[in-house]
C-alpha cells in the first residue's frame, strides 16, 4: 500500500514542478528587444457625446546606449475637419528593480538623467515590462491636488502590437483605446 502512496506523492511533486514551470515562463518578461520596431495602426474612439472620432496612431521603440526610446504619435481626425497631431519620445533607463524602468526626461545638475517633479506640473513616468507587455505609466498632478493617469499598455502579437490606452482622472476612467498596431 505504500508504494501507490509514493508513486502518487511523486506524480503529484512532478506536476506541480510543470506547472509552476509554465507559470514562471508566462510570467518571464521579454527582452525590450523583441519589441524593438516602428509600428502603425487606427482606430476609432468613442466620444463622450456618442460620436466616433478616427485616430492614426503609430510607435517606435528602439534601444539606446543606457535602455532604451518609445516614440509614439496619435493624429485624430475632428468631426469639424481639424486635425490635431500629438507626438512624445521618452528615453527610459533600468531600475534597481528587474523589468521596471525610470523615465529619462532630464539631467540634473551632474549630468545625469532624472525624472520630472510631478509636483510642478511635469507628467511622472515610468515603464515595465511583464511578460510580453511593454506598459508606460504617466502620473500627472493638477493645481488643485488632483490626478490624471495614462496607461499604454503595447502587448507582442504575430503580426505587431495590441495597444490598450487608457486615462482615468481622479479615479473616474474617462477614455480608452484599443487597436493593432501592425510592424512596417
Known amino acids: 500500500m505504500r508504494a501507490p502512496a509514493i508513486s502518487r506523492t511523486i506524480s503529484l511533486a512532478l506536476s506541480m514542478l510543470v ?9 518571464a518578461a521579454a527582452d525590450v528587444a523583441d519589441f524593438v520596431g516602428d509600428y502603425t ?11 466616433l472620432e478616427s485616430r492614426d496612431m503609430s510607435v517606435s521603440i528602439s534601444e539606446t546606449r543606457n535602455g532604451f526610446n518609445v516614440s509614439w504619435t496619435t493624429v485624430a481626425f475632428k468631426h469639424d475637419g481639424r486635425v490635431k497631431e500629438q507626438a512624445f519620445s521618452i528615453d527610459f533607463i533600468p ?5 521596471v524602468f525610470s523615465a529619462a ?3 540634473n545638475v551632474f549630468g545625469h538623467e532624472v525624472q520630472l517633479d510631478p509636483m510642478k506640473g511635469e507628467p511622472f513616468v515610468w515603464g515595465r515590462i511583464w511578460g510580453d507587455t511593454l506598459t508606460v505609466y504617466s ?4 493645481d488643485e491636488g488632483g490626478y490624471e493617469m495614462q496607461q499604454f499598455d503595447r502587448t507582442l502579437t504575430k503580426d505587431g502590437l495590441d495597444l490598450n490606452f487608457s486615462r482615468v482622472r481622479d479615479g473616474v ?6 487597436t493593432m498596431l501592425e510592424k512596417r
Open 105 to 107: 526626461m532630464k539631467r
Open 19 to 27: 506547472a509552476l514551470t509554465l507559470l514562471a515562463r508566462a510570467a
Open 173 to 178: 476612467p474617462e477614455r480608452s483605446i484599443n
Open 139 to 142: 502620473l500627472f498632478i493638477d
Open 41 to 51: 495602426g487606427s482606430a476609432e474612439m468613442l466620444r463622450s457625446d456618442g460620436t
Open 95 to 99: 531600475t534597481d528593480r528587474s523589468d
